[in-house]
């Protein structure tokens, strides 16, 4: 918390590795990663983030050939 407080910066990816390397070293059931459940919540939700942006980027293909189709018929006419 004194590290918020005077603004020095925290390298958060190692310190996440380094917890993971004490957590490993102190469970005896190898369980290196204690908020599994945590991480199982995140990946589910950039998953239906993923899947919510490959069906818009497919709307927007059809969208767009719609378009040009209408704008080479009023060209053509």
Do not use: F, Y
């Not at 919540?41 to 069906?55: I, N, T, W, Y």
């Amino acid at each position: 918390m004194e590290l918020l407080d005077t603004g020095i910066s925290i390298d958060l990816p190692q310190l996440i590795l380094q917890h993971m390397v004490r957590v490993s070293q102190q469970d005896k059931k190898g369980q290196v990663l204690p908020h599994g459940i945590w991480m199982g919540v995140v990946l589910a939700h950039l998953q239906r983030l993923g899947d919510a942006l490959a069906a818009k980027n497919v709307e927007n293909e059809a969208l767009r050939v719609a378009h040009q189709d209408a704008i080479t018929m009023l060209h053509g006419a």
